[in-house]
Structure formats: C-alpha cells, structure tokens
C-alpha cells in the first residue's frame, strides 16, 4: 500500500505505483500529514512502514557511502558530498556509511557533507544556521515546491541526522557537516542547466546542484575540493515541472520564472497540410531542404 497526499505527486510518479499493482490510498494535505498517518498505523496495526524511518531502509542506503569510498579508491580527502533532505533518510544513511568506514579503519577521512533544502521546505537549514548554544528544532509550513519529494516540513529521520551530524562534526569540525539554502529558481534552473549536460537530473538533484552552486558562491567549498552530486529520482517522475518551465507556465505559489536561456520547444517546420498535397519523393525533398536551411547545412 502506498499513501500518498492528494494532488502533490505528478502523474508520472504516480505510474509506479499504480502500474505494479500497489494499493495507492490518497488523503488531503502533504507529505508530512501521510507520515504521521503512517507512523499511527505502524503502532496500532499489523503492518510494516517502509518509509525513511525504516532502520533496513537506511542500512540499505549506505551502501550510496561504500560505493563512493570505493570509487575514489577509499580516499575522500578534498570530496564533498552534496545531498537533498526531504524525510533526510538520504543524508543520514550516507553520513552513516562513511562513519562505519572509518570505524572499520577503511577509509582515514571523511569527506565534508552538505545538505540542501529549499526556502519552500527548510527546517534543518533553519536549526543549522543558528548559534549552537540557541538552537532549537521547529518543523516548517511547507510551500509549493519542484522538488516535491523533499517538500517535507518536518523531516522524520531529524533525531539521527542531529546525532550523526555531531559525531561527524566531532571528528571532522565545524565545516565537516553544513546544509544550504537554496530558492525554488535555482532548483529548475539548475537541473535545466544539469540536463542540458546530458545528467538528466530529477528536481532533486537539481536541488542538489544548486546546493553546490551556492555552496561555492558562498565560499563555503574550495575550488580544489571535489564534489558528488545525489540525484534521487528517476527524471520522468518530474518531467512535467521540466515543460511547466520551457512553457513558463509555474503558478505563482513557485516563485520560478523560466529563462529564456535555458528553454526548449519543438519548432513545427512544415504546414501539416504540405504532407497531403506533396507526392512522398517530393514531401521528402521540402522536409530535407526545411530541416537543412534551419540548420544552416552546405551541401555535399
């Protein structure tokens, strides 16, 4: 069974579930609201929640910690890991992982994480960028935002994120474990600008990257330092937010306006009533002499 909140998921997320059989039940209200729901029926009912409260889950996800160390060949000196929190079972499990490796004496450095969160849904950033000696947790109303599944205003998996991070701190400093702010215009403009790469980055990991982007506006990175990018989700769950910013068409509750620099629309070259008056031979040779003058070609 999946619960989902009603109206917050995009049709292509949708397909998943639906089209593997799952019960998929819908209720008003957020992420957060289906959390707690699913949290009463753990305690009460004969049943298992698989969200990114689930202690499996996280040691699954790891395994995100080993398969980097073993990448950059067990040395994670001048590596920066970057990753969105939603529910922060993502950062939790991979701050974990690392802390295991070193435990092993695998790895001797730990790399430097940062966690980044939209303005729309920011309640670790919030706890992180206030004085320790004053600092005090407080989950979020959460906006409308294009990385839906890390619009969550009161993220589970905070308890462990707050003790892992203090370990992780403990060993490696103050600069060890930060989190970024970022708006929902850098989210889309910077998958846009991932995807135009050839990475093609879900919402998230465009939140992941414009997490980068300010980090290193900020200073907060070396230009030395190396930094990994986690892109959580498929790109397809969230193409729709891709055409509402080559279209322009974000409602306002966004806060994003597509630039023109980065927006992408098929170009129609032929009247659609060309092909039924031309022969195929002669539909052929305007197509090819169209694509060909829009494309500024020379001929053999």
């Known amino acids: 069974m999946v619960l989902l909140p009603h109206g917050k998921v995009t049709p292509a997320q949708l397909s998943q579930p639906l089209g593997s059989g799952a019960i998929v039940l819908e209720l008003p209200g957020v992420f957060d609201d289906c959390m707690k729901v699913v949290e009463a029926l753990a305690d009460s009912y004969h049943v298992a929640l698989l969200n990114s409260k689930n202690s499996w889950r996280i040691l699954g996800q790891e395994s995100y910690a080993f398969e980097v160390a073993q990448w950059y060949a067990w040395d994670l000196s001048g590596r920066c890991i970057f990753v969105p929190i939603g529910n922060a079972g993502n950062i939790t499990a991979i701050m974990s992982g690392f ?5 092993l004496g695998i790895i001797e450095n730990l790399p430097r994480m940062f966690g980044v969160q939209s303005q729309h849904a ?11 000696s004053v600092r005090r947790y407080t989950p979020v109303k959460v906006r409308a935002s294009a990385a839906q599944a890390a619009m969550i205003g ?3 998996s905070f308890p462990r994120v707050e003790r892992l991070a203090a370990e992780y701190m ?3 400093g103050e600069r060890a474990f930060q989190v970024v702010q970022v708006t929902e215009q850098q989210i889309m403009d910077a998958m846009i600008s991932a995807n135009r790469h050839g990475h093609i980055a879900c919402t998230q990991g465009g939140e992941c990257f414009a997490g980068l982007l300010r980090a290193r506006r900020l200073g907060l990175v070396d230009v030395d330092e190396h930094a990994v990018l986690d892109a959580t989700a498929h790109s397809l769950k969230f193409a729709g937010f ?14 994003i306006t597509a630039d023109s620099c980065l927006t992408n629309t098929p170009e129609q070259l032929l009247e659609p009533g060309q092909k039924a008056r031309l022969s195929e031979a002669e539909y052929t040779a305007v197509a090819a002499e169209a694509v060909a003058r829009r494309l500024s070609l020379r001929k053999k």
């Open 99 to 103: 802390l295991k490796l070193r435990r």
């Open 122 to 132: 920011d309640p670790v950033y919030r706890y992180y960028s206030t004085d320790a």
């Open 154 to 156: 009161n993220p589970v």
């Open 170 to 172: 403990g060993i490696g």
């Open 242 to 255: 891709q055409d509402m910013y080559f279209n322009n068409s974000f409602p306002a509750e966004f806060s």
